[in-house]
């Protein structure tokens, strides 16, 4: 009984499903981020629509996610028609497989915000609120994605590299068919990205069951996970790769040894 006691006193990384107000903040920087670096018009209205998404989500989750996700669509559509069509067919498509958890449908948006600072290596620990791990490892595989797509519109480096992304050839393209092949195409010269985007998301995905099992197997992920990495290319750096995925072990390993005792 006490043992039962000490370990319900120990603080947890279980967290609780995101709230709404999460959810609208992610919906204010998705809309403010689209609106700021992809040319519209008329300009000026980044914020305002910041706030709007933010209100609509806290209100109406489902609401607020189709509408951040559709905002988007006109300064896309200022790079080509073709980018605007291809992107509300994927958007589309992501509110119909987020309809029942629409306060989780913009976490890719995690991917642009934590490249820029190296911190992609930190997804499996921001998406731990995410239910189920089936879905952290889609968010996460998508936030790097994401990551990259935003690098190739705003001539950016990809996420956790210091390589670039080659020119789409985008502009003025009505094609969206045309837009997605120069998606695929850029995405098959830069395999690191893939192999980033496949590795945190399953890092994401097993972590937090694999701490519940001892020391071991989280020192095991993180260790297959650098070596996958690292070794089949010099891609990547090193550094925050190495001290993402390490801290993100070293958190899962002292949750597991807390509730251990």
Known sequence: RRRSRKRASLPSLNLPPLGRSVAGAAAAL???????LVPF????WAWGLAALAALITALRP???????LGAAVLPLGNVSLGLALAYALAAIAWIVATWRRPEEGLLAALGPLLAPIGAVGLLPLALLPV?????????AALAVLVGGIVAGLVGGTLPLSERGVPDLGLAGSEDAGAVMTAFLRAL????ELIGAALVFGFLS???????RRGLWPVAGLGAASLAVLLLPSTALSAVPVVAGIWLCCAVFAVRDRRTAR
Request: proline residues 8%.
């Open 41 to 44: 018009y008329p300009q000026g």
């Open 30 to 36: 998705f809309t403010g981020a689209t609106a700021a």
């Open 205 to 211: 995905a097993v972590l937090p069951s694999a701490s």
């Open 188 to 191: 098959t010269s830069r395999p």
């Open 131 to 139: 239910r189920g791990a089936l879905w952290r490892g889609i968010h």
């Open 62 to 68: 489902r609401l607020g996610l189709a509408f951040a």
